[in-house]
């Protein structure tokens, strides 16, 4: 029978027998599956796991603290945060290609997990252990479409941050390889993982750096956290979070358009509201989302970020436009 509690059960007595008395290793990005996959790990070998956080500066309001400190608290994962926010912001100076981007944001990244990497091997090598397994949160889906040959056509480097670098000599410790998204979160819950990180719609690797079109400075990830925050909570408080397959917030750093706000004239920046819905991201379609709510979040957005004076709505499926802008 097919129950949570019976997964985790499962898992742990496969991940004790695969891993043994050696030592694991795991990048928490803060999405579902590396939070699900690290606290199945934990669960069954304890402190034999060290996660590591890469903080790029790109994620969204709020998100850091959730893996930082509810993460922990609720699963006893031992972690280490890699505060790398300048170095991203350096790496990223100047540039407004979103490829680029994708490449400079996965390249630091393996940089930067390469360097935890080897600081936790020797640090258990000075106590005579071995590190010799990676956790990765790969679902079934993952598996069937890398299996498959088909998959999606190369449209963007989905450098998955969390990705593998190539040269690793680690095993892999995969305990979602059978799971789809739903039971990972089923799984989740029952671990007691925060609902926050359960129920997170996907969110792209690189983060909000391919969220904003222009760009991506210390200022422009300020402005765009702010208005991202305003609009998924108003979707929240809505109630519309099933519906919507995600809803990226866009910010137009490379755009101004004359604005009327409190006495003055402004040239500020739009940002663009992109909700779709979809079954798996291949193919989406744009969320009717209710006038009044769309128009709760405008306002507030437009009177909490001074910097931005428009609030605009995608209306376009997958194809022909994707998801994300970039
Ligand atoms: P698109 O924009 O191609 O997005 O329609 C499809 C899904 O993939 C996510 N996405 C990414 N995820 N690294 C990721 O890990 C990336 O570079 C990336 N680009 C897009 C996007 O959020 C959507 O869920």
């Not at 922990?72 to 991203?88: M, P, Q, S, W």
């Not at 990705?163 to 305990?175: I, N």
């Not at 007691?192 to 200022?219: C, D, K, M, W």
Request: glycine letters at 10%.
């Amino acid at each position: 029978e097919w129950t949570p509690g019976n997964v985790i059960a499962d898992q742990v007595a496969a991940i004790k027998a695969q891993v043994g008395d050696a030592r694991v290793i795991c990048a928490l990005s803060g999405g579902v599956d590396s939070a699900v996959a690290a606290a199945l790990v934990q669960k069954a070998v304890g402190d034999q796991l060290t996660c590591v956080h890469v903080d790029h500066g790109l994620m969204r309001e709020g998100e850091v603290e959730q893996i930082e400190r509810d993460f922990v608290a609720a699963t006893g994962v031992r972690l280490i945060v890699r505060d790398e926010k300048e170095r991203f912001l350096t790496a990223l100076a100047g540039v407004t290609d979103p490829e680029t981007k994708r490449k400079i944001i996965g390249r630091e990244f393996i940089r930067v997990f390469e360097d935890a990497q080897r600081d936790i091997v020797a640090e258990a090598g000075a106590h005579g252990e071995e590190v010799r397994f990676l956790v990765q949160g790969t679902l079934y889906p993952d598996v069937v479409e890398s299996g498959g040959g088909e998959g999606a056509a190369n449209i963007k480097s989905h450098h998955n941050v969390g990705g593998l670098p190539d040269d690793l000599t680690f095993e892999l410790v995969e305990p979602l390889r059978t799971l789809f998204k739903d039971e990972v979160r089923a799984v989740g819950r029952e671990l007691g993982v925060p609902e926050e990180i359960v129920s997170r719609q996907p969110f792209p690797g690189p983060g909000l750096g391919i969220r904003i079109i222009g760009e991506v400075t210390a200022h422009n990830l300020d402005i765009l956290r702010r208005a991202d925050a305003v609009a998924r909570e108003e979707l929240t408080k809505a109630g519309l979070d099933g519906e919507i397959w995600q809803c990226p917030v866009v910010l137009l750093a490379d755009v101004r358009s004359v604005g009327v706000q409190g006495d003055g004239r402004t040239y500020g920046h739009p940002v663009v509201l992109r909700p779709v819905s979809s079954e798996d991201a291949m193919t989406a379609d744009w969320t009717r989302l209710p006038y009044d709510v769309l128009a709760t979040i405008s306002t507030r957005i437009t009177n909490e970020v001074r910097e931005i004076n428009r609030v605009v709505l995608d209306v376009t499926s997958k194809p022909p436009a994707t998801i994300e802008w970039e």
